[in-house]
């Protein structure tokens, strides 16, 4: 089963976690059709997917990879999103991280998820600005 069959067969619900990031979305972020635009989403997700890989790294993460990015419904001026965040795989300097962006109309309960991918990131040295092996649990 690749990720996107998998994904697309999970819960109907949002992760039990606390989201990584919550926002409210603005006019200013729409497309020419007045949704939001695809890459103000997708940015929103590289914010969410660093903060986890900057607590991992315990420092500076760089992303360089965006994989299996699925808008799978429209999001709303007003709608409030939530961005679930959760390390998928570790390697010697990189992490994935896979991202799941979920919005809710701001006068509803109805959550429904809108986007998701996976996110590599790899741990940046503050001085050399390379890679650099990822701290121990």
Known sequence: MTHTEKSLTQS?????????????????DT???GDIFGGWLMSQ?????SNVA???ARGRASTVRVEAMNFLRPVRVGDVVS????LVTRGRTSMKIEVEAWSRARDSEETVKVTEAVFTFVAIDPVTRRPRPLPED
């Open 54 to 56: 900057s607590r991992i």
């Open 12 to 28: 109907e619900t949002p992760p039990d976690e606390d989201p990584v990031i919550r926002t409210i979305t603005m006019p200013a």
């Open 83 to 86: 961005l679930y965040g959760r």
């Open 31 to 33: 497309n020419a059709y």
């Open 45 to 49: 997700m590289d914010l969410a997917g």
